[in-house]
């Protein structure tokens, strides 16, 4: 069975970082891709980042290129989301997902398979 947890969010302040982190288990994920998504109060969750396990290639949503960065390692089954210069609208439940088809990436959540439970992340002004 596979299980996504994430974990490290918390309260911050504007401009602060965090690091979340999203352990994986249940199967071998080297052919997968793995994603971030975020949904805030009152709004559709959306793409935030993604990673290919196998080649390690990263796509990002403009709203976050250049502040965030994920990142994988193998050894641990582990994908991380380093959020840097944080702003108020970051502020938003982070989920990690998993997409079994790996080849490409994606910023589409219908093509995810497996999801995380959430971990809030709070950035105050």
């Known amino acids: 069975q596979v299980q996504l947890v994430e974990s490290g969010g918390g309260l911050v302040q504007a401009g602060g970082s965090l690091r979340l982190s999203c352990a994986a288990s249940g199967r071998t994920f080297s052919s997968y891709a793995m994603g971030w998504f975020r949904q805030a109060p009152g709004k559709e969750r959306e793409f935030v980042a993604a990673i290919k396990w196998s080649g390690g290639s990263t796509f990002y949503s403009s709203s976050v290129k250049g502040r965030f960065t994920i990142s994988g390692d193998n050894a641990k089954n582990t994908v991380y989301l380093h959020l840097n210069s944080l702003k108020p609208e970051d502020t938003a439940v982070y989920y990690c997902?998993?997409?079994?088809?790996?080849?490409?990436?994606?910023?589409?959540?219908?093509?995810?398979?497996?999801w995380g439970q959430g971990t809030q992340v709070t950035v105050s002004s």
């Open positions: 997902a998993a997409k079994a088809q790996g080849l490409t990436l994606s910023l589409w959540l219908a093509e995810y398979d497996y």
